[in-house]
């Protein structure tokens, strides 16, 4: 039978590019085809009109480049209960009912939620892939770190990651170095390190910051430009020095492979061959026609909430009863604080030391493993400097103004010159009961929302609560060396913030009557329908999982090029 395509990937995020672009090197007569949501373009002229707008923006949020995808003649139109498309939002979710919300979102653009990410990059460590077999946690990944550790490498070298080799020696065995040097740390970051060198162990374990790895280039790379210092990398990097999806986008296609943009995937059609029909919608015809096409290889490459949902729509066979099951973020919060003296945050990206210590020990068996931030971006999401201003400006619940002129000029300088952060993400287990399902309620396309069950363990609650002690305990002892305040003093109840890292819901593993896809990354109940990108996780690790998705998508490409 004659196909279309030999290979059609449904999502243009890094999962998805990596493996177009992976295959289409490895085959060059293969006829590849990316079909993706996002209607963006990728071309400096692009970036340009998101930096301009994000710049000329009095709001600052995640979606404010990317404000006129919402509503203009070129996007999805809002639909009656205020959901709208490309830029999708927490907002999207039907989470009634549920216990807790899950707080992470993602950008419906090609280039996927690199257009909002942080950049950071940090290794998982040896204990994250076998969490079950050393803490009786989780479970335990079908290969671990040894065999994952090439593919890592070849993600840092694809993705251009910047670090620090000696000071991960001790915390990741890595086969080779760093593709660029590590980022320049900020003179914020200098203080606050040289301040913590003296500090004793909390709990006998060192606080010690080191260079977080990044996806940002310290010096020109794979024709990208080196760091500017901007300070508005999240979201957007105006020079383009943070990596995109987009970079593999363009470099896929110039390899030859297809791009179908704003295509909404509706269905897919598995046959008895291997092959599959993929049911799509352009969302920028008027009639809204379903279109569709053969291929003998499928990949899904869109996220941990998005592919159950399609695969649910599709009716595909679920024998494992995994499909959904298992979503996983890593839950985080922030302690903040003024330093004596100012450290001029706002100078490059927002965080470049983290403290790693805190993500692996015997603890794990009880509570969950963390990474610490130091931020470089005041106080992160607890008050940006233009609420500092409003509140210092206006009492909101008594109406009245507090300061103008001179005096107010001099309190938002004292403020926000002094800001500093210490934010603390936390490990989150697979439980098969958060899950994402169909709900009622339709979009804008007529489709099944998901529909989203979740709550955060006694396992990761506890996880928040040492987190929050050991950054009240780093605030003390600032307070009493170098002079600081901290403003966030009380243990959290229960609170915590999103990361963004949707992970789980197709879980990988090596038997077909507990897992959705096998160690390769293909279906059990469907070859030829192969998935890549987080979803696949059997764990959430104890970092950012960005770098682990690509190496794993890597390793998925390679076999799915050798099964073309």
């Not at 490498?153 to 694809?158: K, L, N, S």
């Not at 003024?338 to 100078?347: K, S």
């Amino acid at each position: 039978m004659d196909f279309d395509f030999d290979l059609v990937v449904v999502g243009a995020g890094v999962a998805g590019a990596l493996t177009a672009c992976t295959v289409k090197a490895a085959k060059p007569g293969a006829r590849v085809l990316i079909l993706d949501a996002g209607n963006n373009g990728l071309d400096a002229t692009q970036r340009a009109a998101f930096v301009e707008a994000y710049q000329l923006s009095p709001g600052k949020g995640v979606p404010t480049p990317y404000a006129d995808l919402l509503n203009n003649k070129d996007g999805f139109a809002p639909s009656q209960d205020g959901v709208s498309n490309p830029v999708v939002m927490n907002q999207y979710y039907d989470q009634s009912g549920t216990t807790d919300l899950f707080k992470s979102g993602f950008q419906r653009m090609t280039g996927g939620s690199t257009w909002a990410w942080r950049g950071n990059t940090p290794r998982w460590l040896a204990n994250d892939f076998r969490l079950n077999t050393v803490y009786g946690r989780g479970v335990d990944w079908p290969f671990d770190y040894d065999e994952l550790e090439p593919y890592l490498v070849r993600a840092e070298q694809e993705l251009g990651v910047s670090g620090d080799d000696a000071e991960w020696a001790s915390l990741t065995r890595r086969s080779a170095d760093f593709p660029m040097p590590a980022i320049a740390p900020s003179y914020g970051d200098l203080v606050v390190r040289e301040a913590l060198a003296g500090m004793p162990p909390i709990d006998n374990v060192d606080v010690v910051p080191i260079t977080t790895p990044q996806a940002r280039n310290s010096r020109e790379y794979q024709g990208r430009s080196s760091c500017q210092g901007n300070s508005s990398c999240l979201p957007i990097c105006p020079s383009g020095a943070k990596y995109d999806a987009g970079h593999h986008v363009g470099k896929a296609v110039a390899l030859g492979v297809d791009l179908k943009p704003a295509c909404v995937v509706t269905k897919v059609v598995p046959q008895q061959d291997g092959s599959s029909t993929v049911v799509f919608k352009d969302w920028t015809t008027a009639d809204l026609a379903e279109q569709s096409v053969t291929t003998r290889q499928l990949v899904l490459a869109l996220n941990a909430v998005e592919i159950p949902r399609l695969w649910l729509i599709s009716g595909l066979r679920n024998t494992s009863d995994q499909v959904g099951r298992n979503l996983m973020d890593h839950p985080t919060d922030e302690v903040v604080g003024l330093l004596a003296e100012p450290v001029f945050p706002f100078r490059g990206p927002q965080s470049t030391l983290g403290i790693e210590n805190f993500r692996d020990g015997l603890f794990r068996k009880d509570t969950g493993g963390f990474r610490m931030t130091i931020g470089d971006d005041g106080w992160g999401r607890t008050q940006s400097p233009e609420a500092a201003l409003d509140a210092l400006m206006w009492d909101k619940a008594a109406r009245k103004i507090l300061l103008t002129g001179a005096k107010l000029q001099e309190a938002v300088n004292h403020r926000v010159t002094r800001m500093l952060r210490f934010s603390y993400s936390t490990e989150q287990l697979p439980n098969p009961d958060n899950r994402v399902t169909l709900s009622d309620k339709r979009d804008v396309l007529g489709l099944p929302r998901p529909k989203i069950a979740y709550r955060v363990d006694a396992y990761s609650k506890a996880a928040l609560t040492y987190g929050h002690s050991v950054a009240h305990r780093i605030w003390q002892y600032l307070e009493g060396t170098v002079g600081a305040t901290e403003i966030a003093p009380a243990a959290p109840a229960g609170t915590y913030k999103g990361s963004g890292h949707l992970m789980g819901t197709m879980r990988m593993g090596t038997a077909a009557a507990d897992s959705v896809v096998d160690p390769s990354g293909q279906s059990h109940d469907h070859p030829g329908v192969w998935v890549v990108g987080s979803a696949v996780f059997p764990t959430g690790g104890t970092s950012n999982p960005t770098l682990q998705l690509a190496a794993v998508t890597l390793r998925t490409a390679d076999a799915l090029a050798a099964a073309l």
